[in-house]
C-alpha cells in the first residue's frame, strides 16, 4: 500500500511539474504595437451650457484604456453641447498590424443627438498607408432614450514605406449636443451613474 501511495504520489508531482513547465513557456499576449506618446492629448474641446464638462482619463497597466466622460446639460428649448477630440501616437513593429478598438459606454437623450468616432491616421500618407476609420456611432433622439454600446472593431494599420515607418496617429472625437427644441426639456447625460456610464476605449493588439 504504501509503495502504490508513492508511485501515484509521485506520478501526481510529476504531472503538476509538467503543466507548471507548459505555462511558463507558453507566450505571453503583450501590445505588438507602442505608444510614442506617453499619454493622450486633447487637441479640440468645448462645452456650451454643459451642467458637467467632459473629462477624460487613460492608464496602460495591461490593454490600454481611455475613458471620456463627456458629461450632461439640460434646459427648456436650450441649445447646449460639448465635442471632445484626443490624439495619441503609436508606431507598429511589422510590416503590418491589427489593432483592437472597443467602445463601451452608455448615454441618455433626449432632444439631443451625439457622435462617436475612433480612427487612425499616418503620419505621412502614401505607400497604402492611409486613414482608416474605426468605429463610428451616431445617434438622434427625441422621446427620451438611452443607448448603450459594447462594440469591436479591427483596424488594419500598415508600415507605410521608409517613410512613415510604421507611425500612426489614433484619434477619439466625441460630439454631444441638443437640438434646441423648443418649449420642451432638451437634455444629453453621459455621466450619471443611475442613468449613464462614460465612454470607455480600449486598444489592444488584435
Known amino acids: 500500500m504504501k509503495r ?17 513547465t507548459v505555462l511558463l513557456l507558453a507566450p505571453v499576449p503583450v501590445l505588438a504595437f507602442t505608444w510614442v506618446d506617453t499619454s493622450w492629448k486633447r487637441i479640440s474641446f ?17 490593454p490600454s484604456v481611455l475613458d471620456v466622460n463627456m458629461g450632461q446639460a439640460s434646459g427648456t428649448g436650450m441649445y447646449a453641447g460639448a465635442s471632445i477630440e484626443l490624439t495619441r501616437q503609436l508606431r507598429i513593429r511589422g510590416e503590418s498590424e491589427r489593432i483592437l478598438v472597443t467602445s463601451q459606454f ?22 497604402s498607408a492611409d486613414r482608416l476609420a ?7 433622439s427625441r422621446p427620451q432614450s438611452i443607448f448603450s454600446m459594447s462594440e469591436s472593431k479591427h483596424a ?12 500612426w496617429v489614433a484619434h477619439v472625437k466625441i460630439i454631444y449636443r441638443t ?7 432638451n437634455r444629453y447625460n453621459n455621466s450619471s451613474p443611475n442613468v449613464a456610464s462614460p465612454h470607455r476605449f480600449t486598444f489592444t493588439s488584435g
Not at 452608455?106 to 505607400?127: Q, R, T
Not at 474605426?134 to 438622434?140: A, L, Q
Not at 507605410?160 to 515607418?165: V, W
Open 4 to 20: 502504490l501511495r508513492s508511485i501515484f504520489s509521485g506520478r501526481v508531482l510529476a504531472a503538476i511539474q509538467a503543466a507548471l
Open 46 to 62: 468645448v462645452a456650451t451650457q454643459a451642467i458637467v464638462k467632459p473629462t477624460f482619463t487613460s492608464h496602460d497597466g495591461g
Open 106 to 127: 452608455k448615454s441618455l437623450l433626449l432632444n439631443a443627438h451625439m457622435d462617436v468616432a475612433v480612427w487612425f491616421e499616418p503620419l505621412l500618407a502614401g505607400y
Open 134 to 140: 474605426s468605429i463610428s456611432f451616431s445617434k438622434t
Open 156 to 167: 488594419l494599420l500598415v508600415k507605410g514605406g521608409p517613410i512613415n515607418n510604421g507611425n
Open 179 to 185: 437640438l434646441g427644441t423648443k418649449n420642451v426639456t
